[in-house]
């Protein structure tokens, strides 16, 4: 058996965190929207192994928050410590959507709480939340992504390779995409709409919207790299041999354009996900309570976030990952479809 | 609109500075429209208060305060014994009549640093709309007659004395003598009557308007000789000097020809050589450079002097910096780059007391505003085309379900989660920072579930089987709360909102909306179920609040347009209310007003969560310092700031 390619891992990674986010009620210690206001911003967990009395042990315990009055400060209760238990029972959630259950893969007793990685400004559970949130933010962003790209490369294979008017109308259209301003259509948009979108249409609506916008600078790559392919000559020899236009296409001239598109694709996601935050502004975007990593990073950009909870950071840490592991994947495709490299 | 005290939309814009569109969108956004029901973004709104998007911007006729004002330069160079002489024919006429100010007596010299959320519009007090402009505006500007912001009460101005004819409809003012405007031109009588002619020229229409209009009709304004004007009002108004708050005098030697040419709405804007302008404020406006700042310098013809006889103001002159966001404006107070701070979000107070002492500034947490949030459902009269929220109006109309809804809220962790412990619960709308109207008897609703359910049981409502409230037909409760997206802190108070009504079974959905397209689904379309808005802002007397709560007022936000008084409780609110604005007795108004906040609080067509309080901060060298709940809250008393040590303060 051959030791597992960068590709492989990097693929291995994504299934995993696309599988997460279907296990999300199981894999996340609480429901996401559930409230402990006496533990606003409650920084991450300290993990123990020795107690205050300097016994030592062997189950990773937590102490229980006791918030100081008046403030977000909290001191620990060293009285009980509360063992990290596997498969506790907690918030009632359905498995892959699924299964009915209320046993999650870890947690502590009550009334601890386990943060792992801290708690939101109404004590909501962070990590909760971004394992939720990958519902949501990573599967919107790589829609959106694909359907942005798809568009731009139809339009801009169609616009390289016929050229003349067909071209020359493409390209203007793509131009006045880009230069549109999109927050007042956005804003015409949403006053078509009615007033509360059930989450599902409003998921929907994001991939349609980010996808919509973001065609036209894909599409202006494509037709650069067409144009410059059609002219090669086994497109001429093709040609000569009377392959149809759709063939040669499809066979001779998109993929030198594919590895534009892929390169697109992977950095449209990352941004994707980013312009949900600002579909959010509009009230488009997946709204409160409902986790999305967008209204996560959104509530980070405030100045007294900056200055005194630093965890509110961790959920856009978390996208450096996703995104090196896109990088990866991308790269991994653009060779083996592209190059045709091993 | 600078209404004294009209409440005001406050919509606090904290937007954080973050959401690119946001900050897209910043000027227009953030100062808003004020819009009324008819006016588009940026336009006036209804008479009398002012929406602004950002806090600081509330106005009121507070805002627009008695300053005085005046720019002016034609006669810079020249000491005042000059141009005295070369306007009215040297020292043979009047002596001037100073207002000697009981503060502390300071030193001469230094400027001040403000920063604003946007750049001002205009710099012309009849027809200023906007927060910022008002801001500016205000130190270059003078009333007759002033509210005093510490104590809430009315004090000479302009006016030296006044009496008021005991029928309550003559008010006689004796004008201060010998005073002039920034420009060294002398102040009369003319000026007064000539100003009052105009702001109650239907054709300019200013904000200013129907606030002078007693019961609609406009005053008579005649001068008796130089120094006394009377004004008759159509009906007796009890305290009536108060309507003479920030209405600026205005010079009619500068302006009176545009006025008869019809040009005085374009007159006065930013563009404008100070040259040409003239206030009778502590300040006159000196340079505009555009997107950056505008500065004022010193009025050396200002009418105030200090008890050691120094002329006031002490400061050299005021700039105003535009910075478009409150944590961008945070961060330069912080780091010294600008004086006074006003209106700050309760986080960004936290984290600038943990460096209150090493930075050199002080913090002032004045404890509660006039201003106050409140969540309100949509009761107007629909047309057809909106069957699904007319359906839903038939539990908003219930007034035990609006009960239910207050009972189910828990304002104390609002208090504590949103404002960090710095607001109070509120039962009606007259906050504890009214000092003079609250009504002590009411007492903010304890959160219980136990009898939100109660009284949703007793309206028809029941519990299903999923724990869902339903009404009697099996209909699910469920609405939407429409909110400013960019005001994260009422979107916070959505959030806990949402999790309150849902433990008591209700389905809330928040809608976060762009500030303005919210306004117009309140104002215009009716499109909405409830929404969450900041009011506030006014002078704190009732008079000040009428266009909220007559059935008929242009602010009568849940349930706008009525011919007549749509319930028996608002028909006794217009009663009463109507019958305090000419109660010349204190006390019997005082128990008028108490009363419509009775019925307000049992008939909850707002539904009053909280009032923040009001968090300044300033250097710590500045003197005179004394901050006020009312607006302009940190500038009131400009003409008597001044700098403990020379030379300190940044110059920009």
């Known amino acids: ?342 | 609109m600078t209404a004294r005290g009209l409440p005001l939309l406050v919509a606090v814009a904290l937007l954080a500075g973050t959401l690119a569109p946001v900050r897209y969108a910043a000027p227009s956004e953030n100062f808003v429209p004020v819009a009324g029901p008819h006016n588009g973004p940026g336009a006036r709104s209804a008479p009398g208060r002012y929406w602004a998007n950002q806090p600081r911007a509330l106005p009121g006729r507070g805002p627009q305060r008695a300053f005085l004002a005046r720019w002016g330069g034609r006669y810079q160079g020249q000491s005042p014994w000059l141009v005295w002489a070369a306007d009215s024919g040297g020292p043979a006429a009047q002596a001037e009549e100073f207002l000697i100010a009981a503060h502390e007596v300071g030193r001469h010299g230094g400027r001040l640093v403000v920063t604003q959320r946007a750049e001002p519009r205009t710099l012309n007090p009849v027809t200023v709309a906007d927060a910022p402009s008002r801001d500016v505006i205000r130190p270059t500007t003078a009333d007759l007659v002033h509210i005093n912001r510490e104590t809430q009460l009315t004090e000479p101005a302009l006016a030296r004395s006044w009496t008021v004819s005991p029928d309550g409809r003559r008010m006689t003012l004796q004008l201060r003598r010998g005073i002039r405007f920034s420009d060294g031109h002398p102040f009369d009588a003319d000026d007064v009557v000539f100003s009052f002619e105009v702001y109650q020229d239907p054709k300019i229409d200013s904000p200013q308007r129907e606030l002078l209009g007693v019961a609609g009709r406009p005053m008579a304004v005649k001068k008796v000789d130089r120094y006394t004007v009377q004004f008759d009002l159509a009906e007796p108004r009890a305290v009536g000097e108060r309507l003479f708050d920030t209405v600026a005098m205005l010079p009619k030697h500068r302006l009176e020809q545009v006025y008869r040419e019809g040009r005085l709405p374009e007159a006065w804007r930013l563009g404008t050589a100070p040259s040409d302008m003239a206030g009778l404020g502590p300040f006159r406006f000196q340079q505009h450079l555009p997107g950056q700042r505008v500065a004022l310098e010193r009025n050396p013809y200002y009418w105030k002097v200090d008890r050691a006889g120094g002329r006031l103001p002490y400061l050299d002159g005021v700039t105003f910096v535009t910075v478009t966001n409150e944590d961008a404006q945070v961060l330069r107070f912080q780091a010294g780059e600008a004086d006074v701070l006003a209106r700050i979000g309760a986080e960004n107070f936290a984290v600038l007391e943990r460096e209150q002492t090493s930075r050199g500034y002080v913090l002032k947490d004045l404890g509660p505003g006039l201003e106050y949030s409140m969540l309100f459902f949509n009761l107007n009269a629909l047309p057809g085309t909106q069957g699904a929220i007319a359906a839903k109006q038939n539990w908003f109309r219930v007034t035990a379900f609006r009960q239910a809804v207050s009972a189910a809220i828990d304002r104390d962790s609002i208090v504590r989660l949103v404002y960090r412990g710095r607001a109070t619960p509120l039962a009606g709308h007259v906050t504890p920072g009214n000092r003079l109207w609250t009504n002590p008897q009411l007492r903010p609703p304890a959160r219980s579930t136990a009898r939100a359910s109660e009284l949703l049981r007793q309206a028809g409502f029941r519990m299903s089987d999923a724990r869902r409230v339903v009404d009697a037909q099996g209909q699910p409760v469920e609405f939407s709360i429409l909110v400013s997206a960019s005001n994260p802190v009422l979107n916070q108070v959505a959030t806990i909102i949402q999790s309150d009504l849902g433990q008591v079974g209700m389905r809330v959905r928040i809608v976060p909306f762009e500030f303005r397209a919210m306004l117009d689904r309140i104002f215009k379309t009716y499109e909405y179920e409830a929404a969450l808005l900041p009011l506030g802002g006014g002078d704190g007397d009732p008079n000040s609040e009428m266009n909220v709560w007559l059935s008929s007022g242009p602010q009568h936000l849940w349930h706008l347009g009525q011919q007549q008084p749509a319930t028996p409780w608002e028909a006794e609110i217009d009663r009463v209310m109507r019958a305090q604005v000419s109660m010349l007795d204190a006390s019997a108004r005082k128990r008028a007003y108490d009363r419509v906040q009775q019925i307000v609080a049992e008939n909850l067509p707002f539904i009053f969560l909280v009032s923040p309080n009001v968090l300044v901060g300033a250097r710590r060298d500045l003197g005179n310092f004394r901050p006020a709940v009312l607006e302009p809250q940190v500038l009131w008393n400009v003409d008597e700031l001044f700098w403990r040590r020379p030379s300190s303060g940044p110059s920009p």
């Not at chain 1, 494509?222 to 410059?228: P, Q």
């Not at chain 1, 509530?299 to 978390?318: D, E, I, K, N």
Request: glycine content about 10%; proline content about 7%.
């Open chain 1, 1 to 342: 058996m051959s030791r597992p390619t960068r590709g492989g891992i990097a693929g291995m990674l994504l299934a995993g965190i696309y599988a997460s986010a279907a296990l999300a009620g199981f894999l996340a210690p609480y429901d996401p929207i559930e409230q402990n206001r006496g533990l606003a911003f409650a920084p991450p967990a300290r993990l123990r192994l020795v107690d205050a009395s300097g016994r030592l042990h062997l189950r990773p315990f937590v102490y229980a928050l006791v918030p100081r009055p008046g403030t977000f400060d909290y001191d620990e209760d060293v009285s009980r410590p509360y063992p990290i238990r596997l498969f506790p029972e907690g918030a009632a959630h359905r498995i892959a959507g699924l299964i009915p259950s209320n046993h999650h893969l870890f947690g502590v007793d009550d009334p601890a709480r386990l943060f792992l990685i801290g708690s939101d400004e109404y004590g909501r559970d962070l990590l909760s939340r971004l394992i939720h949130g990958a519902r949501i933010s990573p599967v919107a962003g790589l829609l959106a992504a694909s359907l942005a790209v798809s568009v731009g490369l139809v339009l801009g294979g169609v616009a390289g390779f016929y050229g003349g008017v067909t071209d020359q109308v493409l390209m203007r259209c793509a131009e006045l995409v880009m230069a549109v301003p999109w927050l007042y259509l956005l804003l015409a948009v949403r006053a078509a709409l009615p007033l509360a979108l059930e989450p599902r249409d409003a998921f929907l609506l994001v991939i349609a919207v980010i996808g919509t916008v973001g065609w036209a600078r894909p599409a202006r790559l494509v037709r650069s790299v067409v144009l410059s392919a059609r002219t090669r000559d086994y497109v001429l020899a093709a040609r000569s041999f009377g392959a149809s236009d759709a063939r040669v296409l499809r066979r001779h001239v998109l993929p030198e354009a594919l590895g534009v598109a892929f390169t697109q694709l992977a950095l449209l996601v990352p941004q994707c996900i980013l312009a949900e935050v600002t579909l959010s502004f509009f009230g488009l975007g997946v709204g409160e309570p409902l986790p999305s990593w967008g209204n996560m990073l959104a509530g980070v950009q405030r100045f007294h976030v900056l200055a005194s909870y630093w965890w509110m950071f961790l959920p856009g840490l978390a996208l450096v990952p996703i995104f090196l592991i896109y990088y990866a994947v991308t790269d991994v495709l653009h060779r083996h479809l592209v190059l045709r490299a091993p």
